[in-house]
T-cell receptor, first 114, second 112 residues
Framework: DGGITQSPKYLFRKEGQNVTLSCEQNLNHDAMYWYRQDPGQGLRLIYYSQIVNDFQKGDIAEGYSVSREKKESFPLTVTSAQKNPTAFYLCASSPRPGSNSPLHFGNGTRLTVT | QKEVEQNSGPLSVPEGAIASLNCTYSDRVSQSFFWYRQYSGKSPELIMS????GDKEDGRFTAQLNKASQYVSLLIRDSQPSDSATYLCAVNGGGSQGNLIFGKGTKLSVKP
């Protein structure tokens, strides 16, 4: 079955450590996205990528970094510069950017930083 | 700043009733509109897409779009306890990126 796989499901880190969240898709989608969700909040866009080797900052990119070396993979690194990293992180994809297609979501990674 | 507004709820309806969820958006050039359902602790799942004015029905769900009023709604007929979740409205932000802008969601509770 095609889909988006995020790993791990739960992640615990100490403050000051960088951490990388994995996102892999086998839907052959061009566009991939990272969102953050806090309790009672909507989804906020961190980064997105429309094509391999290219990515753009979203609304809340500070303290995060991404790479898009392969079409299937779009890992997110939460750096120690991110002030409030504890959140639910969602990776998504769509067939083509600007295609009016809905986003397909992975199951999410819940990150807790203490 | 493009915005999508939803009542946060909670919206409580009895089992078997119609649940009505509403959403307004600020960007007049938006072309595509989506409703996602999100159970607690889970990721959003797409339940309806709508692209043109009017109603679109899919089983117990009906999406309604009024571009002139910048308003989109979701009706759930014969509500079931399993419909209890947070419903997110998402609007295409326009432009070549096509990024979706999400509302904060309306929490629906269906009482048996």
């Amino acid at each position: 079955d095609g889909g988006i796989t995020q790993s791990p499901k739960y992640l615990f880190r100490k403050e000051g450590q960088n951490v990388t969240l994995s996102c892999e898709q086998n839907l052959n989608h061009d566009a991939m996205y990272w969102y953050r969700q806090d309790p009672g909040q909507g989804l906020r866009l961190i980064y997105y990528s429309q094509i391999v080797n290219d990515f753009q900052k979203g609304d809340i990119a500070e303290g995060y970094s991404v790479s898009r070396e392969k079409k299937e993979s779009f890992p997110l690194t939460v750096t120690s510069a991110q002030k409030n990293p504890t959140a639910f992180y969602l990776c998504a994809s769509s067939p083509r950017p600007g295609s009016n297609s809905p986003l397909h979501f992975g199951n999410g990674t819940r990150l807790t930083v203490t | 700043q493009k915005e999508v507004e939803q009542n946060s709820g909670p919206l409580s309806v009895p089992e078997g009733a119609i649940a009505s969820l509403n959403c307004t958006y600020s960007d007049r050039v938006s072309q595509s509109f989506f409703w996602y359902r999100q159970y607690s602790g889970k990721s959003p799942e797409l339940i309806m897409s709508i692209y043109s004015n009017g109603d679109k029905e899919d089983g117990r769900f009906t999406a309604q779009l009024n571009k002139a009023s910048q308003y989109v709604s979701l009706l759930i007929r014969d509500s079931q306890p399993s419909d209890s979740a947070t419903y997110l409205c998402a609007v295409n932000g326009g432009g070549s990126q096509g990024n979706l802008i999400f509302g904060k969601g309306t929490k629906l509770s269906v009482k048996p």
